[in-house]
């Protein structure tokens, strides 16, 4: 059973920077790789992926508005992901959630999709 645990998130002010990480166990490397991606969910807004990257290749995608701003990577061992959030805004406060599935696909900021969920780590950026 894949398991997901993130750690990281914190309190910052406008312009500061976090970094998240996501360990993975229970599934082994060498099989298929993985799509792992970060999601947010504030309070009254709706769910939203923030950045995916496939282990395999290395593909990646963001959402446009933190593109520039957050850089998503994984390690060499391919068993955790980082999250490396720069010139945070109060708009990116939020829970933030890690995920996994088996294999790359289109549209991989998709909740549904992801069948594997970390617990979620908070990210508070204030004014």
């Known amino acids: 059973q894949v398991q997901l645990v993130e750690s990281g998130g914190g309190s910052v002010q406008t312009g500061g920077s976090l970094r998240l990480s996501c360990a993975v166990s229970g599934y082994t490397v060498s099989s298929n790789a993985l799509a792992m991606a970060w999601f947010r969910h504030a309070p009254g807004k709706e769910r939203e992926g923030v950045a995916a990257?496939?282990?395999?290749?290395?593909?990646?995608s963001y959402l446009d508005s933190v593109e520039g701003r957050f850089a998503i990577s994984q390690n060499k061992a391919k068993t955790t992901i980082y999250l490396q959030m720069n010139s945070l805004k109060p708009e990116d406060t939020a829970m933030y959630y890690c995920?996994?599935?088996?294999?790359?696909?289109?549209?991989?900021?998709?909740?549904?999709?992801?069948?594997?969920w970390g617990q979620g780590t908070q990210v508070t950026v204030s004014s």
């Open positions: 990257i496939y282990t395999g290749d290395g593909s990646i």
């Open positions: 995920a996994a599935r088996v294999g790359w696909f289109r549209r991989p900021l998709t909740a549904s999709l992801y069948d594997y």
